[in-house]
């Protein structure tokens, strides 16, 4: 048995814990949940905080149970929420849920044969045939109106941070929520509950209908809500969430936003987001504040949590693409892209869309810089660019005279011009 406190605690990812919850976990095996919303068919990196405590309490030589909300993604829970949640059919909250697991698995052992394998539980599954008369005889009768209305969560809703107050249904949430923990404390014998500190008025209300209902014991385990150095959202980039999913978020814009952050939030995240040791970051943080310019840390950091959600080929590939617009990369390196991480790479360049019919007997490089892209203003300038030597066809320098054919085309879709070393633009031949 590890000790799961210690280790979550100088990683940074303790926020509050309930008295007794260390020596309850030094006693022997035990069994925690963390809830995660199902309303997509893919978790996003602000799951992963949850996901990395599960992780930590399964090599702590504990048992984690992820928790698929199915029943309380069709409510939606008022924590720090401003709206409430659409609400999903069944079939969408299953195909969610299988994809989730799926994704999880890549963290979790769910397989093995080991009494702390990870489970997936559904709470659909327990609240699809409670109807409303039982529920309020045998769970809301157990806690008090005046108790719900201290949370912090109500409160900040009723005192006006959104127009329209707040739902029966919201208001109802901590008890759903409380009555899985009840749940799975009858069920799997499931002591703790952990989530983002934002959980804590909810977490402790399944806690305490344990306590009323059982006359049992139960803890509650949060960590705080990450946040990033500049104030900025954690998990968020110009295009949305940066998803687990590859569809959703490519490898290369996944390796991309974790090499792009900062020295002080690298040094935070390299100890919640990987499982390296206290003595290796440690001496990578030593390492990083030497040179900080070569970006140790970040660099580190962006492999290891790369080759975790996605895979080592993954992060080569993502390399690979990083090296395109700033190292010296050849024609060959260009075509080796998929064309969704093509994309990526170029994201924000210029493009023009051109009839690929017109590529049959091939385009002269003038009329492509001007007449067919507009990347030069006139043939006059694409002349001079090219007898400058300034021009670059899929990297590699053109003079005029030069014709653009189908053997140029990247994925059979892409010719990538170049003035300069900073000037791109993109032809997309459809």
Not at 310 to 329: C, M, P, T, V, Y
Not at 360 to 388: C, H, P, Q
Request: proline share 2%.
């Amino acid at each position: 048995m590890k000790n799961f406190i210690e280790e979550v605690t100088w990683r940074g990812m303790l926020h509050d814990v309930m008295p007794g919850t260390e020596e309850h976990l030094m006693e022997q095996m035990r069994v925690a949940y963390v809830g995660i919303d199902p309303t997509a068919d893919s978790l996003h990196i602000g799951h992963l905080v949850g996901v990395m405590l599960l992780k930590h309490f399964q090599l702590s030589g504990h048992k984690p149970l992820a928790l698929v909300g199915g029943a309380t993604g069709m409510i939606g829970d008022p924590s720090g929420k401003s709206n409430e949640r659409n609400l999903l059919d069944e079939a969408t909250l299953q195909h969610n849920q299988d994809s989730i697991k799926a994704q999880l698995s890549r963290f979790l052992d769910f397989t093995s044969d080991a009494p702390n394998a990870a489970e997936m539980v559904n709470n659909y599954d327990w609240m699809k045939s409670f109807s409303f008369l039982d529920f309020i005889r045998d769970v809301g009768k157990h806690i008090t109106v005046n108790y719900m209305m201290a949370k912090d969560s109500v409160k900040k809703r009723l005192n006006g941070e959104a127009a329209d107050g707040m739902s029966f249904t919201e208001f109802t949430y901590q008890l759903v929520q409380g009555y899985d923990f009840l749940h799975l404390y009858k069920a799997k014998n499931c002591t703790l509950q952990m989530g983002g500190s934002d959980q804590w008025g909810n977490i402790t209300t399944g806690t305490e209908l344990v306590r009323r209902i059982e006359a049992g014991k139960a803890y509650a385990l949060t960590c705080p809500l990450i946040t990033k150095a500049d104030g900025t959202k954690f998990g968020k980039s110009e295009g949305g969430n940066i998803w687990l999913d590859s569809d959703r978020t490519s490898p290369y814009k996944f390796y991309q936003y974790w090499l792009n952050t900062s020295d002080t939030d690298a040094e935070k995240y390299i100890k919640i987001f990987t499982f390296l040791s206290k003595e290796e970051i440690e001496k990578l943080i030593a390492q990083h504040y030497e040179a900080p310019h070569l970006r140790v840390l970040q660099k580190k950091l962006a492999e290891e949590i790369t080759v975790m959600v996605h895979s080592r080929e993954d992060l080569e590939n993502a390399i690979k693409a990083s090296g395109i617009l700033f190292g010296q990369s050849t024609a060959d390196d260009l075509k080796e892209l998929d064309s969704k991480t093509f994309l990526d790479v170029f994201d924000g360049v210029p493009q023009a869309d051109i009839a690929l019919a017109d590529l049959e007997d091939g385009i002269d490089i003038v009329t492509i810089l001007n007449e067919k892209s507009g990347f030069m203003k006139s043939n006059g300038e694409a002349r001079r660019s090219l007898n400058e030597n300034a021009i670059s066809v899929n990297r590699e320098k053109v003079q005029e005279g030069f014709i653009v054919t189908k053997k140029d085309l990247i994925n059979n879709q892409f010719v990538l011009l170049q003035k300069g070393k900073k000037n791109y633009f993109v032809l997309n031949f459809q």
